[in-house]
Nanobody
Framework: QVQLVETGGGSVQAGGSLNLSCSTS????????MGWFRQAPGKRREGVVAITPGGFTYYGRSLEGRSLEGRVTVSQDKARNTLHLQLHSLEPEDTAMYYC???????????????????????WGQGTLVTVSS
């Protein structure tokens, strides 16, 4: 069973930065696409970023259509099987639950996927809340 444990998040003022981390097993970290998506109350899920085991990165877009590239940085800590997400220049519109996720190949009929490039995220953790105040 794939486990994804998020840490980090919290409250920050607009313009600030936050760091999120996601720990998982060595098997998951080395074999599956991983990434992050977010969901604000009453809104649909937005893919934030996904990264392949080899390090190829796909960036998502906000619901307004703006690319998130340049405002997020994803990195892999292979020694700790941990995926890091740095959020920069945060805006109130970035307020959401942020979920660490992996593409482990679940059928689409069983769960709604979040697609980012070649990664189709289908398993996620409990989420961590990011709140950005103006």
């Amino acid at each position: 069973q794939v486990q994804l444990v998020e840490t980090g998040g919290g409250s920050v003022q607009a313009g600030g930065s936050l760091n999120l981390s996601c720990s998982t097993s060595e098997d998951t970290f080395n074999n599956y696409c991983m990434g992050w998506f977010r969901q604000a109350p009453g809104k649909r899920r937005e893919g934030v970023v996904a990264i392949t085991p080899g390090g190829f990165t796909y960036y998502g877009r906000s619901l307004e259509g703006r690319s998130l590239e340049g405002r997020v940085t994803v990195s892999q800590d292979k020694a700790r099987n941990t995926l890091h997400l740095q959020l920069h220049s945060l805006e109130p519109e970035d307020t959401a639950m942020y979920y660490c996720a992996a593409d482990v190949g679940k059928p689409r009929i069983s769960v709604v996927h979040v697609n980012l490039g070649r990664c189709s995220l289908d398993t996620w953790g409990q989420g961590t809340l990011v709140t950005v105040s103006s």
